[in-house]
T-cell receptor, first 116, second 116 residues
Framework: GAVVSQHPSRVICKSGTSVKIECRSL??????MFWYRQFPKQSLMLMAT?????????EQGVEKDKFLINHASLTLSTLTVTSAHPEDSSFYIC????????????FGDGTRLSIL | AQTVTQSQPEMSVQEAETVTLSCTYD???????LFWYKQPPSRQMILVIR??????QNATENRFSVNFQKAAKSFSLKISDSQLGDAAMYFC?????????????FGSGTQLTVLP
């Protein structure tokens, strides 16, 4: 069964709305989670690394104030898209690994965000 | 920084036949992990197979096997006895072992079509 749960799976909202996406590790603790963005027919692009108890590490070109990441516990990371606009419409996916380097990353099922 | 290149945007294979998907990467590191992920239309990321760079033996998972050529920095995926359910986007990914980073660097993907 799924080891990483992502919610919601689909969001449609008006421009200017803030949207929160949750990523939970179901049966393990994840000190680090990752947030990716995927445009149609393109690859996954890493947005940021979410670190439990500390600030997230953002990739170059990703607006920290636009994409707020909170990793408040060892099993939950949230991505908030603030004041979303149509250009923020995309597929967002989180992932987490159990701990050591030899453990593969498990992905959530993704969130399709559509901003009208 | 590491880069991953998939030079085949699209591939097709007849059901029950064999197909090979190409992947090359660029790195200055000697130890790392390589992965193949499958993304069906549901957009869920599914781990197909992984290879540790320090292992010379090619990884195999049932009908899926890799040809890992470390010197050439090549990591191709062979799918034998292709099935309709194998149709998906396939991503090659690299993970460094340096520092604490465990994020994946993805290639651009290969869309595989399986013909009945």
């Amino acid at each position: 069964g799924a080891v990483v749960s992502q919610h919601p799976s689909r969001v449609i909202c008006k421009s200017g709305t803030s949207v929160k996406i949750e990523c939970r590790s179901l049966d393990f603790q994840a000190t680090t989670m990752f947030w990716y963005r995927q445009f149609p027919k393109q690859s996954l692009m890493l947005m940021a690394t979410s670190n439990e108890g500390s600030k997230a590490t953002y990739e170059q070109g990703v607006e920290k104030d636009k994409f707020l990441i909170n990793h408040a516990s060892l099993t939950l990371s949230t991505l908030t898209v603030t004041s979303a606009h149509p250009e923020d419409s995309s597929f967002y996916i989180c992932s987490a690994s159990r701990g050591t380097f030899n453990q593969p990353q498990h992905f959530g099922d993704g969130t399709r965000l559509s901003i009208l | 920084a590491q880069t991953v290149t998939q030079s085949q945007p699209e591939m097709s294979v007849q059901e029950a036949e064999t197909v090979t998907l190409s992947c090359t990467y660029d790195t200055s590191e000697s130890d790392y992990y390589l992965f193949w992920y499958k993304q069906p239309p549901s957009r869920q990321m599914i781990l197909v197979i992984r290879q540790e760079a320090y292992k010379q033996q090619n990884a195999t998972e049932n009908r899926f096997s890799v040809n890992f050529q470390k010197a050439a920095k090549s990591f191709s995926l062979k799918i034998s006895d292709s099935q309709l359910g194998d149709a998906a986007m396939y991503f090659c990914a690299y993970r460094s072992l340096s520092g604490s980073a465990r994020q994946l660097t993805f290639g651009s993907g290969t869309q595989l079509t399986v013909l009945p």
